[in-house]
Nanobody, 124 residues
Framework: QVQLVESGGGLVQPGGSLRLSCAAS????????MGWFRQAPGKEREFVAA????????YYADSVKGRFTISRDNAKNTVYLQMNSLKPEDTAVYYC?????????????????WGQGTQVTVSS
């Protein structure tokens, strides 16, 4: 059974930075793409970023492009989301996700495994 455990969320002032981590277990981590989604109160869960199994291909939502960076360390079975220049509208619960099959996607229905989420609050 695939398990994903996020960490690194918290309260940060506008313009600040946070790095989220997601530790994966239950299958060969390096064979699969990984993604991050987020859900703000009263809104649908939305795509944030994704990267391929080797990390060579990345996709970002337009709202975070140039500010967020997704990366992975296959030796540690961990994927990261570095978030810089944070804005109040980035406030949300952030979820790590993994697809059941091979391939890299940006749609929510392409991801089948989810972490419990970590809260990110951007406020002064």
């Amino acid at each position: 059974q695939v398990q994903l455990v996020e960490s690194g969320g918290g309260l940060v002032q506008p313009g600040g930075s946070l790095r989220l981590s997601c530790a994966a277990s239950g299958r060969t981590f390096s064979n699969y793409a990984m993604g991050w989604f987020r859900q703000a109160p009263g809104k649908e869960r939305e795509f944030v970023a994704a990267l391929s199994w080797g990390g060579g291909t990345t996709y970002y939502a337009d709202s975070v492009k140039g500010r967020f960076t997704i990366s992975r360390d296959n030796a540690k079975n961990t994927v990261y989301l570095q978030m810089n220049s944070l804005k109040p509208e980035d406030t949300a619960v952030y979820y790590c996700s993994a697809p059941r099959d091979y391939g890299l996607g940006i749609r929510r229905d392409e991801y089948h495994y989810w972490g419990q989420g970590t809260q990110v609050t951007v406020s002064s």
